[in-house]
């Protein structure tokens, strides 16, 4: 495995235009999403502006032969649809938890650190065989 740091711009370009990566670790938060979990719609919807599993097609590209937006994928569309128009505080709590429940059965994604943990890196020299993976934000690796 090869790991290069980059820039934040290059490392959305691989991600979501080109499509240039095979295993992306890095943060991904949204102010105000603990509060109101329709935020992290844009990651977690199948169309979202930031989805980064099962990727569709690229705005203003030919669709992609054989893509298929899972069961599962659809089931969490849905529930993200359903939770931003429902009111009632308790619903929507169930609503959020069956979303919480798909994404620990079908893991499209996992987390490797705790958020809290994360420091901030500038200026260090950092040996090539040793990865301090809750200090780094983009690797890409290939």
Known sequence: ??????????VLQKLLSRRDWDCYVGA????????????????????????????GTPPGKPPLQGWVVSEWERE???????????????????????????????????????PISFKRCVNVSIPSNFLPWDQLFGILMS
């Open 76 to 114: 969490i569309d849905s529930l993200f649809g359903a939770g931003f128009k429902e009111l009632d505080e308790s619903k929507r709590k169930a609503i959020y938890g069956k979303f919480q429940q798909i994404v620990a059965e079908q893991l499209p994604i996992f987390c490797l650190v705790n």
């Open 28 to 55: 991904f938060g949204v102010p105000g999403a603990d509060v109101e979990p329709n935020l992290l719609s844009l990651f977690w919807t199948s169309q979202g502006s930031f989805h980064q599993f099962n990727q």
């Open 1 to 10: 495995m090869n790991s290069i740091l980059l820039k934040f711009n290059v």
